[in-house]
């Protein structure tokens, strides 16, 4: 099994908000680290974000190996911490949103479906630290 697509949004916590960005296929069954060096020199992150599969009870899937592995792989190249962050339902969120809401025909679908999911997954995050933040004055 192998990662084809890697869905990125940038976001900011001072206003907490997510933002869809792009989306990048692999490159000979491997991830872009090329675009993905370009976008993090672009964008100047502090840290990277990455949407975890998992089953709906919470157990790992096939892929969720593959994800942790790509975890480390990010923070051992890049030097910025790695946030892992549930992404349960979220491609499934993204698809609904844009067909049933946006009405994107399926072609449109395809490509921007790992953006959004990639930005409710940063969403998410985002969310979790707003409220870790006001559990401390």
Known sequence: MVIKKIGIAVGQ??????????????VK???????????INEWQPIALIVGISRQ????NNP????????CRQ????????????????????????????VKVNATRLWAVQDQLAAQLILQS?????????????
């Open 13 to 26: 916590r001072t206003t907490a908000t997510a933002t869809a960005l792009t989306t990048l296929k692999n």
């Open 29 to 39: 069954q491997a991830p872009d680290w090329q675009s993905i060096q370009r976008l």
């Open 56 to 59: 709906l009870n919470g157990e």
């Open 63 to 70: 892929i969720t190996p593959l994800m942790k592995k790509f």
């Open 74 to 101: 990010l923070e051992h190249r890049f030097q910025l911490p790695v946030y892992q962050q549930d992404e349960t339902l979220t491609t499934y969120e993204a698809k609904q949103l844009l067909f049933d809401d």
């Open 125 to 137: 995050w985002l969310n979790l630290q707003i409220g870790n933040y006001s559990d401390h004055p």
